[in-house]
């Protein structure tokens, strides 16, 4: 945690914490609100409605994670490391449970759902507030920033994050399931989880660890159970070796080989000739 990045998690929570206060007193934000849902963007620009329904998509929790996680799963197996996939999973843990406790906490209804002109619509069941579209694309974007390993590669996922978590908290605006305040909440929350990640990576190290090693106790167990099996060579075309089950001591059954009964056949003719009989004929 460098001192720019403590100035920043300073000043978006103290930026949080006033977007929280101006809805919970029903301020200028929530007169803001009403007048932009009034004015119901969607019906003044519906030749970009059909677009914005498929962009809105880049904030979508399910659809997004996948999107990464294969990235940074890729990215894992080639520097032979699971802090990417450690990092997002942590990030999204974050999102999870401090945008939802918010959301279930105040209990704010959505635009369309609005009850009351000029009301805040807090505590109404509702769970809107902050916008989980926004936070989560934020966060999920604005990882691959914070994983990028040259400064030039940050600058430009940074940007391309921005532009994206911006473009979509206004189109959740455009498209009336959010208030503007929700959407300025949820770039604070989800700037938030980005900030505090570094905090986050002894627990990550240690993690890591620990699933590394064992991993490795889980590979070797399988490699000292191949060798317990036994294996015998196998000439190329010929035949498999045979298997001969051992006669029990004081038994006199010939042994039967893999042949079954012409085996035990060829013993009893060997047996008889060793001990002096010849076998009988016909006549």
Known sequence: MTRTRLALFGGTSAFY???????????????????????????????????????????????????????LGWRSWRQHTLRPLLCLGAALLLLNVTVGAVKLGLGRLGPHYATEVGSAELFAGGDIFPSGHTANAVVTWGILAYLATTPRARRYLSALSAVVALGVGLTTVYLGTHWLSDVLLGWAAGLLILLALPWCEPVLAVAESWILTLRDRVRDRLRDRRRLVPSLPVASGGPRPGYFPQRPPGSEEPVRGPAGVAGGRAAATRTGVAGGRAPATRG
Do not use: C
């Open 17 to 71: 914490l006033a977007m929280v206060v101006a809805v919970l007193l029903s301020t200028w934000l929530v007169t803001l609100d009403w007048k932009i849902m009034l004015f119901r963007p969607y019906q003044q620009w519906p030749e970009i409605h059909g677009f914005l329904d498929y962009y809105v998509v880049l904030g979508q929790r399910g659809p997004t994670a996948v999107m990464v996680a294969a990235w």
